[in-house]
């Protein structure tokens, strides 16, 4: 059965001491994980470190970057490859956020390039994908992600593919307190479902996680977690506040 996630993106926010704070604050919380339900912390690169090393003896809590270089190693000044993260102990890499498709010009292709290389050392690709509010204005939201998906994650093989996770994150409603109805992401998320079982088949589409990200907060948590195809969030703003960033993932239960 594919796993349920709440991953947070702290973005630029949080010293390392706030950061570490507020994972202290989300362990201590009690939360009793089940079996198949995971809690990830997306931290700066700074913090990653450290944010293992609190995170370590917790089942159920892993650790991601926000970010991976495209390229192996060597002359890149200011990169982190993938091989580095994996090195201090990440488990996953957001990749396609659309803040770094907008402000860094990350295309579909580069992604892909960053894909491979997070998928050969070992990182499980958190992959982001979305329409802009244009796109959903026009109705045209379904071709737009799907070539997202096929320029980025279709040169995978099945066996590479068990490794992703998706995360269908609407542009308009990141981070401006517009949240896609559950309707609105239901239909996006079965439709992202019907298009990996149309390329990988049935089994591939039914394992694959598809997270929701997009102004996820307590109050909506639970009605969007509870559509059948959506299988926990990416949260963005929420995940800096240890009490929302806690009741979003009690919403998975
Ligand atoms: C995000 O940036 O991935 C995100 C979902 O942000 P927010 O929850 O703040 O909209």
Redesign the pocket.
């Known amino acids: 059965m594919r796993k349920k996630i709440v991953a947070g993106?702290w973005?630029m926010n949080l010293t390392l001491a706030q950061g570490e704070q507020l994972i202290n604050d989300v362990l201590a919380a009690g939360l009793h994980l089940q079996e198949g339900q995971e809690v990830v912390f997306a931290t700066p690169f700074p913090y990653l470190v450290k944010a293992k090393a609190l995170i370590k003896n917790n089942p159920g809590f892993f650790l991601a970057s926000q970010n991976s270089a495209s390229e192996k190693s060597g002359a890149y000044t200011g990169e982190v490859s993938a091989e580095m993260l994996q090195s201090v102990g990440v488990d996953y890499v957001i990749l396609g956020?659309s803040?770094r498709r907008e402000y860094f010009q990350e295309s579909n292709a580069v992604l892909a390039k960053k894909i491979d290389l997070a998928l050969a050392n070992g990182l499980k690709p958190l992959f982001c994908c979305g329409e802009p509010l244009e796109v959903r204005k026009a109705e045209t939201q379904n071709e737009y992600v799907a070539k997202q998906l096929e320029e980025s994650l279709y040169h995978l093989t099945a066996e590479q593919l068990k490794n992703v996770v998706i995360a269908y994150?609407p542009i308009w409603?990141?981070?401006t307190g517009l949240t896609a109805s559950a309707a609105q992401a239901q239909d996006m998320h079965a439709f992202i479902r019907a298009q990996i079982a149309a390329k990988y088949g049935r089994e591939a589409a039914l394992n694959i996680s598809i997270l929701y990200?997009?102004?996820?907060k307590p109050s909506n948590a639970v009605e969007l977690f509870s559509c059948p195809d959506v299988d926990g969030g990416?949260?963005?703003?929420?995940s800096l506040v240890a009490a929302d960033f806690v009741a979003i993932i009690k919403a998975l239960a």
């Open positions: 993106n973005k956020h803040e994150e409603a990141i981070g990200g997009g102004s996820a990416l949260i963005g703003g929420a």
